[in-house]
């Protein structure tokens, strides 16, 4: 991953921290998992090992890919929602995408992260 890559994906997980972003681990040993994101520093990421313990794993932002969810997979509900959201100030529109788990910086197509699950982020 190139540098300008790393500072796009630490931007993108940043403003997603508090709404529980999904992350993709790949990892040489243990092969690909699924973490949720709890901190972001220069260059790595710290995860949650799982929900019921609250040990930590730090890694390197190179081995992860978010979960989000393209544009087009907008259900016409949440379009309502955005038009609405759109008309407000540009904080509120950027913390509805983020809060959604939309891909607005085209970070699937450019293979920094990848398409979530229909309902990944239902729960």
């Not at 790393?6 to 681990?25: M, S, T, W």
């Amino acid at each position: 991953m190139e540098q300008k890559e790393k500072e796009l994906v630490i931007k993108d997980l940043c403003g997603r921290l508090p709404y529980g972003v999904v992350v993709q681990v790949n990892d040489a040993v243990r092969g690909s998992y699924d973490r949720r994101l709890v901190q972001v520093f220069c260059d790595r990421v710290s995860c949650s090992v799982n929900v019921f313990n609250p040990l930590k794993e730090c890694i390197c932002i190179d081995s992860v890919k978010p979960y989000l969810r393209p544009m087009s997979s907008m259900t016409d509900e949440e379009e309502d929602e955005y038009e609405i959201i759109i008309r407000s100030s540009l904080t509120t529109h950027i913390d509805w995408l983020n809060k959604n788990m939309f891909d607005y910086r085209g970070l699937i197509p450019k293979g920094l992260a990848l398409e979530a699950e229909d309902g990944m982020y239902n729960n």
